[in-house]
């Protein structure tokens, strides 16, 4: 089993900037591709970022220049560095690891609340 552990969500101001931080409890370097979605009260759950164990990466076209994810292997830790923050960003954050190998399966993170408000 593998459980995930997000932090760094809050209260920030248009324009500013929050780095979400998701720890998995296992080595996801080989064969876990790593994600961050966000869901709105009200809305469905939408991809915000991804990258798979060799690197790459896609993100959702509204956040395109304004986020970045990034993994560090060793300590089996997933970022989302989130700058230039808008209201309509606000929305609960989760980290999802995604099993690219048999048996293909996803796991979640509790989810951080993120909220962009003056």
């Known amino acids: 089993q593998v459980q995930l552990v997000e932090s760094g969500g809050g209260l920030v101001q248009p324009g500013g900037s929050l780095r979400l931080s998701c720890t998995a409890s296992?080595?996801?370097?080989?064969?876990?591709?790593m994600g961050w979605y966000r869901q709105a009260p009200g809305k469905q759950r939408e991809l915000v970022a991804a990258?798979?164990?060799?690197?790459?990466?896609n993100y959702a076209d509204s956040v395109k220049g304004r986020f970045t994810i990034s993994r560090d292997n060793a300590k089996n830790t997933v970022y989302l560095q989130m700058n230039t923050l808008k209201p309509e960003d606000t929305a609960v954050y989760y980290c999802?690891?995604?099993?690219?190998?048999?048996?293909?399966?996803?796991?979640w993170g509790q989810g951080t609340q993120v909220t962009v408000s003056s």
């Open positions: 999802n690891a995604r099993r690219v190998d048999l048996p293909f399966r996803d796991y």
């Open positions: 296992g080595s996801i370097f080989s064969i876990y591709a």
């Open positions: 990258v798979t164990s060799g690197g790459s990466t």
